[in-house]
């Protein structure tokens, strides 16, 4: 017995991400953004939002390293909320170092990273990480980067970073509200 392809299954994927790219697959509302720093290892630290309607809400990041980083990690993790947050759908570590020295590939850190290096001044920088202030500027938090299988619900997105004492000197939480547009938003 041989495997056909399913023709029509086929073009309903390309279909929905097509969409999913063009249109974008979620309506979203960010409902709330914080900082939480370690003071020993993220000095001076910022963490401010400003909505400017009608685009996506934009933040500014910052962390002053007080001694050199050998080693950084990012770690993200969702939580969906029941009548508590438990973990749901992410949770997912990358060695940042390997990323930006291209020593390492992985297609959803890939994803993340090539988003986010954009709007910091991370991007011509290698491993180690020097003392100094390290920024992310403008930088739009859309959600249109998460997969198109994320149940409607409300969300809290953990960003944890940690360096090569294995202690995280810097967390973000993101708390957003996700519902999934209808065909009619879709192919309006």
Not at 54 to 80: D, E, G
Not at 142 to 165: A, T, V, W
Request: one cysteine or more; aromatic letters at 16%.
């Amino acid at each position: 017995m041989t495997n056909k392809p399913n023709h029509l299954a086929v073009l309903i994927i390309f279909l929905m991400t097509v969409i999913t790219i063009e249109a974008g697959i979620y309506n979203y509302n960010i409902t709330n953004f914080a900082c939480i720093p370690d003071e020993e290892y993220c000095l001076n630290h910022e963490c401010t939002g400003v909505i400017n309607p009608p685009h996506l809400p934009v933040y500014n990041i910052s962390c002053t390293f007080p001694t050199t980083f050998t080693s950084l990690k990012v770690r993200v993790v969702s939580y969906y909320k029941y009548t508590v947050y438990r973990k749901s759908m992410i949770d997912h570590t990358e060695d940042f170092c390997d990323y930006v020295d291209n020593r390492g590939y992985h297609p959803i850190g890939q994803i993340f990273n090539n988003y986010f290096l954009k709007y910091s001044n991370f991007r011509n920088k290698k491993c180690p990480f020097k003392n100094g202030t390290y920024s992310y500027i403008n930088l739009p938090l859309s959600l249109e980067l998460l997969p198109p299988s994320f149940p409607d619900g409300d969300y809290r997105f953990d960003i944890h970073m940690s360096n090569q004492f294995k202690r995280q000197f810097l967390l973000m939480q993101m708390y957003a509200t996700i519902r999934t547009k209808g065909l009619s938003e879709l192919l309006s």
